[in-house]
């Protein structure tokens, strides 16, 4: 009696070989896209620059941090990673000095490129409202 009976085909709600790492990215390129078009709509043109220069470098930054550790893990198993930190220290060098000249010619706002490269959370988030629902309401287990 302990059983619960799993009616729920999991062919039907599982996105094949996309995994969590291209949901999120996915999330974040919708996030970015529907805030830089209702900023268009309804925001000043600095904003809307902001929010598209944030968002740019959250995905530049998510990728680069992305391939970085892939490179790092890349070897045999057993062996301790090759994690460089100048790499780290670069990345943010050139999405700080990045913002730093946009900010200083006027092209954007300061919050709303924050609020850009804060994009990152709006997409963890929908991953785990999504994980939550199918956890919650179909039972699958992740």
């Given at each position: 009696m302990s059983e619960i009976a799993n009616s729920v085909e999991n062919e039907v709600y599982s996105d094949g070989d996309d995994g969590a790492l291209e949901r999120i990215l996915r999330n974040m390129i919708i996030a970015v896209s529907f805030a830089v078009v209702a900023a268009a709509v309804f925001a000043p043109w600095r904003t809307t620059t902001g929010l598209l220069l944030g968002g740019i470098l959250a995905l530049f930054n998510h990728h680069w941090l992305r391939t970085s550790i892939a490179a790092a893990f890349k070897g045999?198993?057993?062996?301790?990673?090759?994690?460089?930190?100048?790499?780290?220290?670069?990345?943010?060098?050139?999405?700080?000095?990045?913002?730093?000249a946009a900010y200083?010619?006027?092209?954007?706002?300061?919050?709303?490129?924050?609020?850009?490269?804060?994009?990152?959370?709006?997409?963890?988030?929908?991953?785990?409202?999504?994980?939550?629902?199918f956890i919650m309401f179909h039972r699958e287990e992740y």
């Open positions: 045999e198993i057993g062996k301790r990673p090759r994690l460089k930190v100048w790499r780290y220290i670069v990345r943010y060098v050139v999405i700080g000095t990045t913002v730093f200083r010619l006027n092209l954007v706002s300061l919050p709303a490129t924050i609020a850009g490269l804060s994009v990152f959370v709006v997409a963890i988030f929908a991953e785990a409202f999504r994980s939550f629902y």
